[in-house]
C-alpha cells in the first residue's frame, strides 16, 4: 500500500470536509473507492475503476429515538434492498455515524465477497479518512 | 496487498469558500454517467436532488430551444426535470437549481447530474456568487 500524505482542503480545520481516494485489486479487476468525511456523516463511493458510474445511491442512520438503524435507497432501483443500502446499514451500525453509500460495481457471487472484504479491510486500515 | 494506494483528495474539486460571508463546503466531481456536486453550508448533506436535462446537450438542437438565454430582453432557462431524491423538497431549492444551471457551467453537462445544495438564505445574490465559484470549478 502506498500512501500519499499530502492534504488538499482548506477553510476551518474543523469544519472542512475530509476526502479521500483508494483503489482495491480482486483478482484482475481495479475498483475505485471515494470517500468524503462530513461532519456527522460519510459518503462513500464504490465502483469499477474504468468506467467510474454512479448509478445507485443509499442512506443510512441510525434513530435517536431507539438506536435502530434505518435505510433507504434513494438512487437507482428501490423494488429491493440494493448493495447500497446493505452496506450503508452495515457501516452505520459498525461506526454509529450516518452514511451515504453509492455501490456502482458489477460483481458477482464470486468476487462481491472478496470485494466486501477487502473494502472492510481497506476502511480498517484507513479509519480516519471514514469516520 | 489488495489497496494498491490512496490520496487524500477524493474527487476532481473539493473545496472550503465563503459565500455571503458564510463557510461554505463545495465537492464536484464527474463521473462517466453523471456529475455529482454538492454545495452545502450545513456541514452534511442537505438533500440530493436528481437533474435531467429534457433535450440532450450538445445534439445539434439550436441554442433557441436548449436554452440558457441570458438577455435583458428575452429569457429562456434550460428545460430541466428535477426529481428530490432525498431531504426535504423545497420551491426555493429547485428554483436555486435552475437559477445555476440557467447560470453556470453546469449546463455544459453532457448527460445529468446529481446536486445537494444547501444554503441557508438563499437568495439571488447568493446564488450568482455560487455560479461565479461554479464556473471555476467546473473546468
Redesign the interface.
Given at each position: 500500500?502506498?500512501?500519499?500524505?499530502?492534504?488538499?482542503?482548506?477553510?476551518?480545520a474543523n469544519?472542512?470536509?475530509?476526502?479521500?481516494?483508494?483503489?482495491?485489486?480482486?483478482g484482475d479487476k481495479?475498483y475505485t473507492v471515494?470517500?468524503?468525511k462530513?461532519?456527522?456523516?460519510t459518503?462513500m463511493?464504490l465502483?469499477s475503476a474504468e468506467?467510474?458510474?454512479?448509478?445507485e445511491?443509499a442512506?443510512a442512520m441510525q434513530m435517536p429515538q431507539d438506536g435502530q438503524i434505518i435505510g433507504t435507497t434513494?438512487?437507482g432501483a428501490q423494488s429491493s434492498i440494493t448493495d447500497s443500502q446493505r452496506l450503508a446499514e452495515q457501516f452505520t451500525r459498525r461506526y454509529g455515524r450516518?452514511f451515504?453509500v453509492s455501490f456502482n460495481a458489477q460483481v458477482d457471487r464470486m468476487t462481491a465477497p472478496l470485494l466486501e472484504k477487502?473494502l472492510n479491510?481497506?476502511m480498517r486500515?484507513?479509519k480516519d479518512?471514514f469516520v | 496487498?489488495?489497496?494498491?494506494?490512496?490520496?487524500?483528495?477524493?474527487?476532481n474539486k473539493?473545496?472550503?469558500?465563503k459565500i455571503n460571508g458564510v463557510?461554505t463546503?463545495i465537492?464536484f466531481?464527474a463521473?462517466?454517467?453523471?456529475w455529482?456536486l454538492?454545495i452545502t453550508q450545513y456541514?452534511?448533506?442537505p438533500n440530493?436532488y436528481?437533474v435531467q436535462f429534457d433535450l440532450k446537450r450538445n445534439d445539434g438542437a439550436p441554442l433557441a430551444v436548449q436554452g440558457p438565454i441570458n438577455h435583458p430582453q428575452f429569457h429562456m432557462s434550460v428545460p430541466i426535470t428535477i426529481t428530490c431524491?432525498?431531504g426535504a423538497d423545497r420551491d426555493e431549492t429547485r428554483s436555486g437549481v435552475q437559477f445555476l444551471v440557467n447560470r453556470s457551467k453546469l449546463n455544459n453537462c453532457p448527460h445529468e447530474f446529481?446536486i445537494g445544495l444547501g444554503i441557508k438564505e438563499l437568495n439571488g445574490e447568493t446564488l450568482h456568487e455560487i455560479a461565479k465559484v461554479l464556473d471555476e470549478v467546473i473546468a
Amino acid at each position: 500500500m502506498t500512501e500519499e500524505n499530502s492534504t488538499d482542503h482548506c477553510g476551518d480545520a474543523n469544519k472542512a470536509f475530509t476526502s479521500s481516494q483508494g483503489q482495491l485489486l480482486v483478482g484482475d479487476k481495479k475498483y475505485t473507492v471515494r470517500s468524503l468525511k462530513m461532519n456527522g456523516a460519510t459518503m462513500m463511493f464504490l465502483g469499477s475503476a474504468e468506467p467510474e458510474c454512479l448509478d445507485e445511491m443509499a442512506v443510512a442512520m441510525q434513530m435517536p429515538q431507539d438506536g435502530q438503524i434505518i435505510g433507504t435507497t434513494i438512487l437507482g432501483a428501490q423494488s429491493s434492498i440494493t448493495d447500497s443500502q446493505r452496506l450503508a446499514e452495515q457501516f452505520t451500525r459498525r461506526y454509529g455515524r450516518q452514511f451515504f453509500v453509492s455501490f456502482n460495481a458489477q460483481v458477482d457471487r464470486m468476487t462481491a465477497p472478496l470485494l466486501e472484504k477487502q473494502l472492510n479491510e481497506y476502511m480498517r486500515n484507513n479509519k480516519d479518512l471514514f469516520v | 496487498m489488495c489497496i494498491s494506494s490512496v490520496k487524500t483528495n477524493g474527487f476532481n474539486k473539493q473545496l472550503s469558500c465563503k459565500i455571503n460571508g458564510v463557510e461554505t463546503e463545495i465537492v464536484f466531481h464527474a463521473f462517466a454517467n453523471k456529475w455529482f456536486l454538492l454545495i452545502t453550508q450545513y456541514g452534511r448533506v442537505p438533500n440530493m436532488y436528481s437533474v435531467q436535462f429534457d433535450l440532450k446537450r450538445n445534439d445539434g438542437a439550436p441554442l433557441a430551444v436548449q436554452g440558457p438565454i441570458n438577455h435583458p430582453q428575452f429569457h429562456m432557462s434550460v428545460p430541466i426535470t428535477i426529481t428530490c431524491n432525498f431531504g426535504a423538497d423545497r420551491d426555493e431549492t429547485r428554483s436555486g437549481v435552475q437559477f445555476l444551471v440557467n447560470r453556470s457551467k453546469l449546463n455544459n453537462c453532457p448527460h445529468e447530474f446529481m446536486i445537494g445544495l444547501g444554503i441557508k438564505e438563499l437568495n439571488g445574490e447568493t446564488l450568482h456568487e455560487i455560479a461565479k465559484v461554479l464556473d471555476e470549478v467546473i473546468a
